[in-house]
T-cell receptor, first 111, second 110 residues
C-alpha cells in the first residue's frame, strides 16, 4: 500500500512565525504535491515537484515556498504565517501520469 | 486555476438507495479520478479512469469516463451508512497537475 505521511495532524502557530510542514512518501514516486483545502473552495494546488530539487508553482503559491532535497520528502514552508493561511493542508504523491495518493492532512490554525 | 463543476453539492438519502453524481469540465481530460474524504482525513482514491467511455467498478462503486472526455460519473449502489463522506472528482490533461471538483457531500440515513 502507498503511504503518504505528514508530520503533524494539528498545528497552531502565531502570526509572523515561520512554519514547516513535512511530507514523506514511501513508494518512490516522482511527483509530489501540496494543496490547501477550504470549505466551498475544494482543493487548490500550491506547489508541486516532479523531481528532486525541481518545483513548479500551482494556482496559489503566494506566501508559500517548498523544498525537495530528497525524492521521498517534500516540505511546505510558510515564511511568515498569516491568519488567512489557516486551512487544511494536504500532501499527495504520484508516479508519473497516474493517480495521486494523499496523506491524512495537517490542520493549521494561525492566530 | 481551473475548477470542475461537481453536482449535486449535497445529497441526503436513505440506506439502500442508489446514488449518482457527476463532474463536468470545460476542458478535455485524459484522466479522471474519484476520491472519498471522511472528516479530518485526507482523500482516499476510489477509482481511476484513463480512457473515454471506460466504465470501472470498485465493489458497489462504478465510475465512467464520459465519451466527450469533459465529464465523469460516479454511482454507488445500495448505499450503507459508512458511505457517508465527501466525494471529489479530479481531472488531468497533463498528468502532472490535477484539477478538483468542490465535492459532493453524502449523508446516508439509516
Amino acid at each position: 500500500d502507498v503511504k503518504v505521511t505528514q508530520s503533524s495532524r494539528y498545528l497552531v502557530k502565531r502570526t509572523g512565525e515561520k512554519v514547516f510542514l513535512e511530507c514523506v512518501q514511501d513508494m518512490d514516486h516522482e511527483n509530489m504535491f501540496w494543496y490547501r483545502q477550504d470549505p466551498g473552495l475544494g482543493l487548490r494546488l500550491i506547489y508541486f515537484s516532479y523531481d528532486v530539487k525541481m518545483k513548479e508553482k500551482g494556482d496559489i503559491p503566494e506566501g508559500y515556498s517548498v523544498s525537495r532535497e530528497k525524492k521521498e520528502r517534500f516540505s511546505l514552508i510558510l515564511e511568515s504565517a498569516s491568519t488567512n493561511q489557516t486551512s487544511m493542508y494536504l500532501c499527495a504523491s504520484s508516479f508519473r501520469l497516474y493517480e495521486q495518493y494523499f496523506g491524512p492532512g495537517t490542520r493549521l490554525t494561525v492566530t | 486555476g481551473q475548477q470542475l463543476n461537481q453536482s449535486p453539492q449535497s445529497m441526503f438519502i436513505q440506506e439502500g438507495e442508489d446514488v449518482s453524481m457527476n463532474c463536468t469540465s470545460s476542458s478535455i481530460f485524459n484522466t479522471w479520478l474519484w476520491y472519498k474524504q471522511e472528516p479530518g482525513e485526507g482523500p482516499v482514491l476510489l477509482i481511476a479512469l484513463y480512457k473515454a467511455g471506460e466504465l470501472t467498478s470498485n465493489g458497489r462503486l462504478t465510475a465512467q469516463f464520459g465519451i466527450t472526455r469533459k465529464d465523469s460519473f460516479l454511482n454507488i449502489s445500495a448505499s450503507i451508512p459508512s458511505d457517508v463522506g465527501i466525494y471529489f472528482c479530479a481531472g488531468s490533461n497533463t498528468g502532472n497537475q490535477f484539477y478538483f471538483g468542490t465535492g459532493t457531500s453524502l449523508t446516508v440515513i439509516p
